[in-house]
């Protein structure tokens, strides 16, 4: 549940700083320079530049160079709705208006044209811009503009939407990842500190006695502590070396023999896997094998005969066997154990198993439980 409802908090930072960012990037789109069309934010400057002496209409040339560079018009209508002076009129634009006419043009557009006027001593001031050119409804915006607009909005709906799916989650990733590390870091230091007396504990206990074997299961559930930690988080930091199997086999069966008395514990290799090899840290696969034989232990207190045999699947590969002569485990549990590992720090079958199924995940190895009440316990690996 942190993981998602982390990953909605960092989608919503990233909604509202791409808005910020679109809201920029679109006020940048429309103050950058374009043709500089005359329009009602500067109509009332041109007016004064065009005047009115002794009858005749004389517009400065600025105002003349601006009206062709950008293809425009400009007229002058007197009171009775008669054009008095032009430049560059187009054949049909109408030389008189009626008031309705006027009331029409002044708002919107002149027969496809949109314009701009200004009231004058002498009438009104129109100017023109050519069709197509300018966007006139409740707002205005320059062509060009809106068609800039239109270009870019795609590719930024997609990099917004590229942007709103990744960010969150490389945000929320460095953020488990560090919460991952503190936990990591927090269990590894109460685990030092665990050891030093735990080593005390077992060196004055008696030999094969309830205090030892509690002590082994402290020692162990401190080790699968540790490494489900850092399977799970990811934090942890492998080895990627070549492991002689059968070798490793024997070293971890022999510790086994000189630890638990009222155990038997035999090895059967096929002889075709005694240099069998794989690539893996062997500190996982060494804790892999070991949770699986101190299941059996933990499950049949008073004694049991556990076997482990490397033998073929019939595929080539090699497949590892531990099987006990226990008490068994029933159907339900079985069922239990070979479904997969659930995303939650509460192990739903012991730790030790947990941390067998996530090396056997890590490293894409099949792991597969049977048994029968009070005759067998065996956990099958294919390599």
């Known amino acids: 549940m942190k993981k998602i409802s982390g990953y909605f908090l960092s989608m919503m930072l990233v909604l509202v700083s791409l808005i910020v960012i679109d809201v920029v990037i679109l006020f940048f789109i429309c103050?950058?320079?374009q043709k500089q069309y005359l329009d009602t934010f500067n109509i009332e400057k041109a007016s004064d530049r065009i005047v009115n002496e002794n009858g005749e209409y004389k517009a400065d040339q600025s105002i003349l160079d601006l009206l062709d560079d950008t293809s425009a018009f400009a007229m002058i209508i007197d009171e009775s709705g008669s054009v008095t002076w032009n430049y560059n009129k187009p054949s049909d634009v109408p030389d008189s208006y009626g008031i309705k006419e006027v009331a029409s043009f002044t708002r919107w557009y002149l027969n496809g044209y949109p314009v701009y006027t200004w009231a004058r001593d002498d009438g009104i001031l129109v100017i023109g811009s050519p069709k197509g050119s300018i966007w006139k409804y409740i707002v205005e915006i320059n062509m060009e503009t809106m068609e800039n607009m239109l270009k870019v909005g795609p590719y930024m709906f997609i990099a917004n939407m590229l942007?709103?799916?990744?960010?969150?989650?490389?945000?929320?990733?460095?953020?488990?990842?560090?919460r991952e590390k503190a936990r990591t870091e927090w269990i590894a230091g109460v685990s030092h500190d665990i050891r030093t007396p735990l080593s005390i504990v077992?060196?004055?206990?008696?030999?094969?006695?309830?205090?030892?074997k509690q002590c082994f299961k402290i020692r162990d559930l401190i080790g699968n502590l540790n490494t489900e930690n850092k399977l799970e988080a990811g934090t942890g930091k492998w080895n990627n070396e070549k492991i002689n199997l059968t070798s490793l086999l024997r070293e971890v069966l022999c510790d086994y023999i000189n630890t638990y008395e009222g155990y038997s514990f035999d090895i059967e290799v096929d002889e075709k896997f005694e240099n069998y090899s794989i690539q893996a840290d062997a500190t996982l696969i060494?804790?892999?094998?070991?949770?699986?034989?101190?299941?059996?232990i933990v499950h049949n207190?008073?004694?049991?005969?556990i076997k482990v045999t490397l033998s073929d699947n019939g595929k080539g590969r090699a497949k590892l066997t531990v099987c006990d002569n226990g008490q068994g485990a029933n159907e339900h549990k079985i069922k239990a154990l070979n479904e997969r590992v659930k995303n939650t720090y509460l192990p739903?079958?012991?730790?030790?198993?947990?941390v067998v199924k996530q090396v056997a995940k890590k490293y894409k190895y099949s792991v597969r439980f049977s048994s029968e009440e009070d005759k067998y316990f065996k956990c099958e690996m294919e390599l």
Do not use: D
Not at 286 to 295: A, D, F, G, L, S
Not at 301 to 305: A, L, N, W, Y
């Open 31 to 33: 103050v950058q320079k």
């Open 163 to 178: 942007i709103l799916l990744l960010l969150p989650f490389f945000i929320t990733r460095k953020w488990m990842l560090a």
């Open 202 to 212: 077992m060196g004055s206990v008696e030999k094969g006695s309830v205090e030892e």
């Open 286 to 296: 060494k804790r892999m094998i070991e949770n699986v034989i101190t299941n059996s």
């Open 301 to 305: 207190e008073k004694g049991c005969e």
């Open 348 to 354: 739903e079958h012991g730790l030790g198993i947990r």
